[in-house]
């Protein structure tokens, strides 16, 4: 695929504006350390909004200078580019990195928090309900975008209120409101709108049975998953096919029936371990990583006859 990096001018612009309206960024920033994967390249210029103001004047300097952006949350779903500087990559900050109980169970969640942390927290406070959130990595506006969710349970059984920004007006919608379904939502689909923050509302349980559950959730995760943690989770949706019994048939038992478990190209490896995750074992490049999706997508249309659906996004150009 053509890469088409922005030019050095087109760089000194943005940042000129930037410092002329006092937004915050940062520079030469290495996503790699902002991913789960591990790997990615260096950005040029990474904008950091605290507020929604921010975000509204970021998004018309990039509209201005004509710049291609993209955001990026926990990068627990992502495969970064090697080379991300075709883009300008938004993180929110300030305003968005808190959460505040607003009244009796009802809790108002920035859209950078991290969600193992907090929800954990609002468990621990004697809340149920959001057990199973506090397993999810990433961010919780990263968690709205595809209706995260595990242990049958999923973000929009629990969501009160979405606040979202789409064509520069600020929305606020209930779940009823959202299209939304298994792992997706209308934001993924349209890929227009800013998550700012949710409203949820839990009620008390017994602080004993919440502590039990958030235990089995995290042993049923550590249990479930590679014990290399470089990667971004399932690379493939299920397929939602059946076989003659009815039974489900996995993503990875497509994978392990092509004989694929265990394969490398150059550091990135399809996990031995859960051969629906692909691995980094330290060094690998996005385009190994893209490699084994190819092999993994080709063989195993060949030899099940079905093309299995990437669940990780492409973040930046990827080859
Ligand atoms: C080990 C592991 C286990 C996982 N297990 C599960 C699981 O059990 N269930 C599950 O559902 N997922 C799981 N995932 C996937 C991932 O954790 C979730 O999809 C998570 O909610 C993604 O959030 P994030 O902040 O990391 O998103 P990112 O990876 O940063 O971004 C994903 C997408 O969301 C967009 N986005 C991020 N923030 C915003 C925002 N504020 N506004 C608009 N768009 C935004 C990005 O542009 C991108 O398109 C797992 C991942 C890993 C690594």
Known sequence: MKVTSLSTDQYLDLKRQFQLHKLPFKEDVDLSIHCSFKIG???P???EPESTEQILETLAIFQKLEIPWKILGGGTNV?????PNDLVVVRLSGAFKHFVELEEGVFKIGAATNTTP???????FGYTGAEFLSTIPGWTGGAVIQNAGCYGGELFDLLTEVEFLRDGEIFR???ADIKHGYRTTEFLERKDSIILSIKMKLVKG???EIEESLKDKRDR??????KNKRSA???FKNPKIFDESQKEIKAWQLIDKSGLRGLYKGSAQISPEHCNFIVNTGGAKASDVAYLVEVVQEKVKKDSGVLLEREVEYFGSVP
Request: charged content about 10%; glycine content about 10%; overall charge positive.
């Open 221 to 226: 995760r550590n249990s479930s998953q590679p």
């Open 233 to 235: 989770g399932s690379m």
């Open 173 to 175: 919608l209930g779940p």
């Open 206 to 208: 017994t602080l004993s």
């Open 118 to 124: 907090v929800f954990r927290q609002i468990s621990l």
């Open 41 to 43: 390249g260096v950005c």
């Open 45 to 47: 210029v990474v904008a």
């Open 79 to 83: 495969l970064i580019s090697d080379h």
